[in-house]
């Protein structure tokens, strides 16, 4: 700003200073009209995702805020007509999450085809329990899943039947272990 003025005044200590305030000042809201232009985009709003939390009437379960992100962002897609495409799009924007969807006799069928960990699983069927109308069922299959995941089983109990048969009696969800015939 300096610059701006007659070279007369650019050597006056009251000039200066005042010129310096106003410099100060100015360069302090501009990082306030920034930061507040950041927010509006999810991928990089940090203080805002509190007020889309309570808008949207989500509990704050996790202080990570890429986690927040993915909740909100996740949120903001399963709005509308349950349809293939949403549902997929919208589980699939959790980042490590991959699945298909299928419909058959009033049946919601989801088959995950990657999966990071358990908690995202988790999330991601409480997501589309709120997202499906509730006279449609869900029915729900992994297309793998990993030995640390089956939990409660003892080796033995496992050991008679091939790999192929352990991931095809997995049903419901990781949590509640292989189905009765185990």
Do not use: C
Request: glycine residues 4%; hydrophobic residues 40%.
């Amino acid at each position: 700003m300096l610059k701006l003025i007659h070279k007369l005044y650019r050597t006056d200590k009251v000039t200066t200073d005042i010129i310096n305030a106003l410099t100060a000042k100015l360069t302090s809201s501009e990082n306030k009209i920034n930061d507040l232009y950041k927010q509006i985009f999810l991928s990089y709003a940090t203080w805002y995702l509190d007020y889309k939390e309570n808008e949207m009437a989500i509990t704050k379960h996790s202080s990570n805020i890429d986690e927040r992100r993915n909740i909100i962002k996740t949120r903001l897609l399963g709005v509308g007509t349950a349809t293939k495409e949403m549902l997929e799009g919208t589980v699939n924007s959790v980042d490590g999450i991959t699945i298909s969807v299928g419909f058959e006799d009033m049946t919601v069928l989801i088959t995950f085809i990657h999966a990071e960990n358990n908690k995202l699983i988790t999330f991601a069927l409480d997501t589309l329990k709120e997202i499906i109308p509730y006279h449609l069922d869900l029915f729900y299959t992994y297309e793998h899943i990993k030995w640390g995941e089956l939990k409660r089983v003892i080796w033995d109990k496992v050991k008679p039947y091939t790999w192929g048969e352990v991931n095809d009696s997995v049903e419901g969800t990781v949590e509640k272990g292989l189905s009765p015939e185990f």
